[in-house]
């Protein structure tokens, strides 16, 4: 899979060089290249960003440095990736899909975001997704790029060590993860849950998906269905 990133702040994805993500850039699994959006502008102050029209606090990113690097960047089957507080929200289905696409580009914005004729103009031609890591606002699309490619990543197929890991997630499909135990068998007077000691797997597979289940009516009753 081949990944391009356009942002004012290239360092940031530094991070992608450590980890799993790391791991699978070294195996040439994914090939990722970062692109500072600053080369694309036209003055000497390289800057990127204007008042908006209309008025109101803040600036907004302007269109021709993105087109100049979209525009460079962009193939016929890639798919345009561009974080919004606006957006849909990224879920692990969206994940799903994103890992079987062969190009994905990712626009940062920041400022109070990019101007709305980049997002319509490559619409027109490519498969453009306002995405949103969740109901808060951040300075920029940087930080949810990480998150969604982390979310991507790790499922494509050799990217994560122990594949068997995911088949498990997806058997508790729409519910939160059951609980998790290590040694020792006794921490500071608790105890790990005798089922899970018994060598019983039928009765180990019944109590976890009890405890997935009451976990998300605690923490997540948006899951379940009325
Ligand atoms: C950008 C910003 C105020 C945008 C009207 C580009 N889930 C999620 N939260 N925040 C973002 C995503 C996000 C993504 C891209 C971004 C925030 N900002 C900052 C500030 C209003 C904004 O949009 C700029």
Known sequence: MKIDIVTIFPDFFDVLEVSLIGKALDKNLIDISVHDLREAASDPHRSVDDTPYGGGAGMVMSPEPWGVTLDKVLTKDSVLVVPSPAGRVFTQAQAKELAQKDHLVFACGRYEGIDQRVIDHYSASYTVLELSLGDYVLNGGEVAVVAMLEATLRLVPGVIGNPESLTEES???????????????????????????????????????????ARTKRMRPDLLPD
């Open 171 to 213: 058997h508790e499909e729409g519910l939160v993860e059951y609980p998790s135990y290590t040694k020792p068998r006794t921490w500071r007077g608790l105890d790990v849950p005798e089922v899970l000691l018994s060598g019983h797997h039928e009765q180990i597979r019944q109590w976890r998906h009890e405890q997935s289940v």
